[in-house]
């Protein structure tokens, strides 16, 4: 019992979980190594974890033998693991549990738009991506009953308020998204059955006990949508950090089908693993030089409160 006119001690901070999430869907890139790179280095310097979960929802696009690839090239480039891999194939189970918590309190519908629908139903918001109008938002059960005889098959959208969502991240800043005028009632499962990337990530970070999300600023937009979540279902948030995309030449960002700046590729080219490694820090702005480096040798110099002033461009980051 505390005494009287003492102070309780204050909660201890959570220790600091990131995580690699790469998708089974090709071979890894430059840019896929500078924001894994960024996730370790922002964990092991504050004497943390990093947790590799396999984020294989596309089950048509992901592939067995690049499951096995990402995992030896993490290895072969210094980006250690302390548990893991996690698969979302299966987790299954838990994604239907937070959807039907959801739905329980009346807080999803089905939605019938097709992909055409939505393109001529709805338009790009600041340039970030299109808002659901609510189409299918007020439809009754005749109006469902019409179109599931038609054939339409329908995916699973979260109603959201009329309330913005503000969140500061480590590299962008200070970032808010109103959910009902910027995003729209957004998809937790789509048509195909498969449980929506937003929802996903949502649950796994806090089974996994992920307390650090580093990824690519085009996910930006998405984390409002992702802290409502896990508002709604009573878990912790992570902090974020929104690191800019490398690029191939202004606003095309580097492409696994293109195979730009492959990593098998740019070992060959480069010499080794550790070139690899200085030559993506030294490009990107963590390192002054482009000279080899194992990322145990970057962690030495590596500051994540000088991470907002490591990128002279914090939104595209043109690769060479």
């Not at 092991?44 to 992901?62: F, I």
């Not at 038609?150 to 480590?170: I, K, N, Q, S, Y």
């Not at 789509?190 to 996994?208: E, H, I, M, N, P």
């Not at 974020?240 to 990593?263: F, G, N, Q, T």
Request: contains cysteine; hydrophobic residues 40%; glycine residues 8%.
């Amino acid at each position: 019992m505390t005494a009287a006119g003492s102070r309780e001690a204050a909660p201890a901070a959570r220790p600091v979980v990131g995580r690699f999430a790469p998708s089974p869907t090709g071979r890894m890139h430059a840019g896929n190594v500078f924001a894994a790179l960024v996730a370790w280095l922002v964990a092991k310097s504050q004497g943390g974890e990093v947790v590799l979960r396999v984020e294989d929802l596309d089950r048509e696009r992901s592939k067995p033998g690049f499951v096995d690839a990402v995992q030896r090239d993490f290895e072969r480039l210094g980006l250690t693991w302390d548990r893991g891999p996690y698969f979302q194939h299966d987790r299954d189970d838990a994604y239907e549990a937070a959807l039907g918590a959801l739905a329980a309190r009346g807080l999803t519908y089905p939605c019938y738009c097709t992909r055409a629908d939505l393109h001529a139903a709805s338009a790009p918001h600041r340039g970030e991506k299109p808002v659901y109008p609510g189409t299918c938002r007020g439809l009754g059960p005749r109006e469902r009953a019409e179109r599931e005889a038609a054939g339409r098959r329908a995916a699973t959208r979260l109603r959201v308020p009329a309330e913005t969502v503000a969140f500061h991240d480590l590299v962008q800043g200070d970032y808010a998204q109103d959910l009902a005028r910027d995003c729209g009632d957004f998809i937790v499962r789509r048509s195909d059955g498969a449980f929506a990337y937003q929802l996903a990530v949502v649950v796994d970070d806090a089974a996994q006990g992920v307390t650090s999300v580093v990824r690519g600023v085009d996910l930006l937009c998405s984390t409002p949508q992702q802290i409502h979540l896990q508002r709604l279902l009573g878990l912790p948030e992570p902090a974020y950090a929104h690191v800019p995309l490398v690029v191939a030449e202004a606003d095309r960002r580097l492409s696994k089908r293109d195979r730009d700046a492959a990593l098998d590729e740019l070992i060959a080219r480069l010499g080794s693993p550790e070139a690899v490694i200085g030559h993506i820090a030294g490009v990107c702005g963590l390192a002054p030089t482009s000279d080899p480096a194992t990322p145990e040798q970057l962690l030495a110099a590596f500051d994540p409160a000088r991470l907002p002033d490591a990128f002279a461009d914090k939104i595209q980051i043109p690769w060479r």
